[in-house]
């Protein structure tokens, strides 16, 4: 038998396999049954003990691109934005596809079905998705006791994992500050990091929280709920950020950003969909986002100062895109989309491409 071919050989040939399955089956699908039928195959392939481990060292990305942030090692810098794993389901087959991170949710205090389909379609000519889902999950009780069984494990307790929480849909605005706690003290003990998601354009009035007066309680009362978890669980203080949409005006970035100083948050995710634009309901995601997001970070850079980290989201496609990120101020990089355009190993090209660009300048452990 000869020698198998080379990783990026292999890496090839997968991509091409994917982009026709895409062009023949996948987008003759409805968006979101081809999610399910993805994510299941993702799920199957870890779950294979000698077929994951093959996957995952193709996938891996040299130590070089690690990064140091929230107190955690991150393997890598370009990790996986909330989304796509709303329930904490397949974490472990998503880092084998060499994300260096996986965040999961968003997660709401309540389970909810989120809003009745359609409610994700795909914006081919520009490479982007839409979706209205509506926070659709299995409430935080439900993934709390998921993660507490995934980290009872080694592989488990390894993975970086961030959870994301938003407002149930019937819990009124005046509400919204204890609704988040419930969520944020189910799961503080099982999370690297916590994300405030004030930002989805998909559940009614929720926007309007991103006002620094309704923020304010909210995050108070997250952190007080996140610190008697951990505290009880004997475990460390979970870093706390806040996810904010790419609609703000600078004027509302920059009151964001102070009142993360005031508030002493770890951090800010920018950014989230877009609603600029006449394509119908729904936020937008992908490509167009990318001008928007890069400018937000830029923005809370330079208003934040060096120390707290900036997750930015939003159009990453390439390696390049995501070096832009990094070039104006953001200390780590997260995508979504272009793994449906884009295919499994999008994630591990990127990684090792960064961590590629760290082995040829200093290394900076703490990511700045």
């Known amino acids: 038998m000869g020698a198998p071919p080379p990783a990026r050989t292999l890496n090839r040939y997968v991509e091409v396999v994917y982009h026709l399955l895409f062009n023949l089956v996948f987008r003759r699908m409805d968006p979101e049954r081809a999610h399910e039928v993805a994510f299941r195959l993702i799920r199957l392939v870890a779950a294979v003990p000698v077929l994951g481990v ?13 990064v140091r942030a929230l107190g955690r090692v991150f393997p890598a810098p370009f990790g996986l934005a909330a989304g796509f794993d709303k329930n904490a389901l397949g974490v472990a087959g998503l880092r084998m596809l060499g994300f260096g991170f996986v965040e999961i949710g968003t997660v709401t205090a309540h389970p909810q079905p989120g809003n009745e389909p359609p409610r994700l379609w795909r914006v081919l000519d520009q490479r982007a998705l839409r979706n ?18 995934l980290r009872s494990t080694p592989g488990g307790r390894s993975l970086v994992i ?25 799961l503080a003990a099982h999370a690297d990091y916590l994300v405030v998601n004030v930002s989805s354009p998909n559940t009614p009035g929720l926007r309007d929280l991103q006002s620094v007066e309704s923020l304010r309680p909210i995050l108070q009362a997250t952190r007080a709920a996140a610190d008697e978890a951990t505290g009880a669980a004997g475990r460390p203080r979970v870093p706390l950020l806040v996810k904010i949409a790419p609609d703000l005006s600078d004027e509302d970035v920059d009151a964001v950003a102070d009142l993360a100083l005031e508030l002493a948050l770890d951090g800010v995710v920018a950014v989230n969909t877009t609603i600029a634009h006449d394509l119908g309901e729904g936020g937008l995601s992908g490509p167009p986002l990318l001008a928007r997001g890069l400018d937000v970070v830029a923005r809370l850079r330079t208003r934040l100062g060096p120390e707290p980290v900036i997750m930015g989201v939003g159009g990453i496609t390439t390696a390049a895109d995501a070096r832009e990120y990094l070039a104006v101020g953001a200390t780590l990089v997260q995508g979504y989309t272009g793994l449906i355009y884009e295919g499994p190993f999008w994630a591990a090209g990127i990684n090792k491409a960064l961590a590629r660009d760290a082995a040829r300048t200093p290394h900076d452990p703490e990511g700045r």
């Open 132 to 149: 209205r889902m509506g926070f659709n999950n299995q409430g935080s009780a439900e993934v709390a006791r998921r993660l507490q069984r």
């Open 162 to 186: 961030g959870v994301n929480i938003g407002k149930t849909k019937v819990t009124p605005a005046e509400d919204a500050a204890h609704d988040y706690a419930i969520s944020a003290r189910r």
């Open 54 to 66: 093959v996957v995952a060292r193709l996938s891996a990305s040299p130590s070089t691109g690690a």
